[in-house]
């Protein structure tokens, strides 16, 4: 029997060794022996997170990012890998949690966990500022650009789906003319700051990024309310439920407390962690 039970107990190891099942608590676990967390990050996306004059990551999201570190008792450590990467799940430990602003669709929740939805984008119009443009209904029949392949895009051809639990219901209130695509929305703005009409009629864009490029000197001006608010949340990978839980525990009493609030308003001007 002795012997029976030592090979079971060998043949039972090498299973184990040989699953690659998640253990609940990893993550918690390494995140809380190294007291380390490390984030995924954008270099490239004022507001919400860029290298600032110090050549530090600076920004709403990583401000979020140290918060939550803080709050942990460990240190914040930023990586920067690329989009695809990151929505990509399976990253093996490389990081812990991305905070980047990242829409929880259902098709993303397949490979990534999102246990706190953090704020919410609204999405606006900007026109040049001596544009006679004044209202959303002006906007239909004109030359608009967006980001292609992205929300924008897919709101100005009739086809977004937003499909994050919570996400607010929006209708469509502009039927463009024309559409431009571009690689980024920086490209659609530096079309637009050309002139009235020279190239765009308006660009389609979130709030905050249309902002940010008014404040960096583009002539640009927002019209209207907001198209529609998309729901930004934190992302984890797959297979610890533990850790899931104190995101979201945290991230909670960041709202509960103001503090989130607070980021947002430093950031943007205005509280974005709830639709308005």
Not at 51 to 57: F, H, P, Q, R, S
Not at 184 to 208: E, W
């Amino acid at each position: 029997m002795k012997n029976i039970f030592v090979l079971g107990s060998a043949a039972a190891l090498a299973f184990v060794m040989a699953t690659p099942v998640a253990i609940a608590g990893e993550t918690l676990d390494r995140v809380m022996a190294t007291k380390t967390l490390t984030m995924s990050s954008d270099a490239e996306y004022p507001p919400q997170s860029f290298l600032n004059d110090n050549n530090e990551m600076d920004g709403f999201d990583v401000d979020v990012g140290k918060e939550i570190a803080k709050r942990m008792g460990v240190e914040l450590k930023i990586v920067t890998p690329s989009w695809d990467i990151i929505t990509g799940g399976s990253w093996g430990g490389r990081w812990d949690m991305s905070v980047g602003s990242m829409t929880p669709t259902k098709q993303r929740a397949k490979v990534l966990n999102f246990p706190a939805v953090y704020y919410y984008t609204p999405a606006a119009f900007a026109v040049h500022q001596d544009s006679k443009i004044a209202s959303l209904d002006d906007l239909s029949g004109k030359t608009i650009g967006s980001c292609g392949g992205c929300t924008y895009d897919a709101y100005l051809n009739k086809d977004l789906v937003i499909d994050a639990e919570g996400a607010p219901a929006f209708d469509y209130l502009v039927e463009a003319g024309e559409i431009k695509t571009y690689e980024t929305d920086t490209h659609a703005f530096d079309d637009l700051r050309l002139g009235d009409g020279t190239r765009l009629d308006a660009a389609f864009s979130a709030l905050p990024t249309i902002q940010a490029a008014i404040e960096g000197g583009y002539p640009l001006k927002v019209i209207g309310k907001p198209a529609f608010y998309e729901p930004l949340s934190v992302a984890t990978d797959k297979g610890d439920p533990a850790f899931d839980a104190k995101i979201t525990a945290i991230v909670d009493a960041m709202k509960a407390d103001g503090t989130l609030q607070k980021l947002s308003e430093k950031w943007y001007g205005v509280d974005l962690t709830a639709v308005q």
